[in-house]
């Protein structure tokens, strides 16, 4: 009786898992598209009609979410963030109501059913537009200041960057996502080009954890060998 006690609570040292079955599955869902008015800018007397999506896990509503997810992995995919905030001012005398606004990128493990926001280096709600591929996020970020505009590409999982190069000052204006157009990618070489406007364009490699322009001499180069 001894050994048999015994043989049950060494499987539970070493084989917790084995022991007490399987860990638990955790399932990942949408909810129904529901369109929203989102009014922003210097007066936000410009509004847009946007797509928001409850995330749920387990059942539960976690996070609001907007526009496409795009999977990394198998296991992990990013969506954007939604979120409402109280617009009612310390005189109102009634409640105004709550207004949406767009947030960062959130990273979602399927298999931990986790949520958490990726930190993307100057990303800006109201003029970036995240742009895509493997675990690289592209787009145009804007200084704190909101005078200077950059081209970044992010890789999920790291702390710093890949690429930030300066993209001149910041144009600003009242037209959401309006400091540049997403960056298109592309795939074999891997390549990101961002057009921040018509007398602009600019292409860079991407390397791993670096990247590096690709002059028109270069690109002229692939063509012809193509």
Same mark, same amino acid.
């Given at each position: 009786?001894?050994?048999?006690?015994?043989?049950?609570?060494?499987?539970?040292?070493?084989?917790?898992?084995?022991?007490?079955?399987?860990?638990?599955?955790?399932?990942?869902?949408?909810?129904?598209?529901?369109?929203?008015?989102?009014?922003?800018?210097?007066?936000?007397?410009?509004?847009?009609?946007?797509?928001?999506?409850?995330?749920?896990?387990?059942?539960?509503?976690?996070?609001?979410? %907007?526009?496409?997810?795009?999977?990394?992995?198998?296991?992990?995919?990013?969506?954007?963030?939604?979120?409402?905030?109280?617009?009612? %001012?310390?005189?109102?005398?009634?409640?105004?109501?709550?207004?949406?606004?767009?947030?960062?990128?959130?990273?979602?493990?399927?298999?931990?059913?986790?949520?958490?926001?990726?930190?993307?280096?100057?990303?800006?709600?109201?003029?970036?537009?995240?742009?895509?591929?493997?675990?690289?996020?592209?787009?145009?970020?804007?200084?704190?200041?909101?005078?200077?505009?950059?081209?970044?590409?992010?890789?999920?999982?790291?702390?710093?960057?890949?690429?930030?190069?300066? %993209?001149?000052?910041?144009?600003?204006?009242?037209?959401?996502?309006?400091?540049?157009?997403?960056?298109?990618?592309?795939?074999?070489?891997?390549?990101?080009?961002?057009?921040?406007?018509?007398?602009?364009?600019?292409?860079?490699?991407?390397?791993?954890?670096?990247?590096?322009?690709?002059?028109?001499?270069?690109?002229?180069?692939?063509?012809?060998?193509?």
């Amino acid at each position: 009786m001894r050994r048999f006690l015994f043989v049950i609570l060494l499987s539970f040292v070493l084989f917790p898992k084995a022991a007490l079955g399987a860990a638990k599955l955790h399932v990942i869902s949408f909810g129904r598209a529901t369109t929203i008015s989102w009014c922003a800018g210097s007066a936000e007397a410009r509004c847009v009609g946007l797509k928001v999506r409850a995330l749920y896990v387990d059942g539960r509503a976690h996070e609001s979410t %907007l526009g496409a997810s795009h999977d990394i992995t198998e296991r992990l995919f990013v969506v954007r963030r939604a979120f409402r905030v109280n617009d009612t %001012l310390p005189g109102d005398t009634a409640t105004t109501g709550w207004v949406w606004q767009r947030g960062g990128w959130l990273l979602v493990d399927r298999m931990t059913g986790h949520i958490s926001s990726i930190a993307l280096p100057e990303f800006d709600p109201y003029y970036s537009v995240a742009s895509w591929y493997r675990d690289y996020a592209a787009y145009c970020g804007v200084s704190d200041d909101g005078k200077k505009r950059f081209a970044i590409v992010f890789q999920v999982g790291r702390r710093k960057p890949v690429l930030k190069k300066p %993209l001149g000052d910041a144009g600003g204006g009242d037209a959401p996502d309006s400091e540049c157009p997403a960056p298109t990618w592309e795939r074999r070489p891997v390549r990101v080009t961002f057009v921040p406007d018509e007398n602009q364009k600019t292409t860079y490699a991407v390397r791993g954890h670096a990247a590096d322009l690709v002059s028109d001499d270069d690109a002229e180069e692939e063509k012809g060998s193509q």
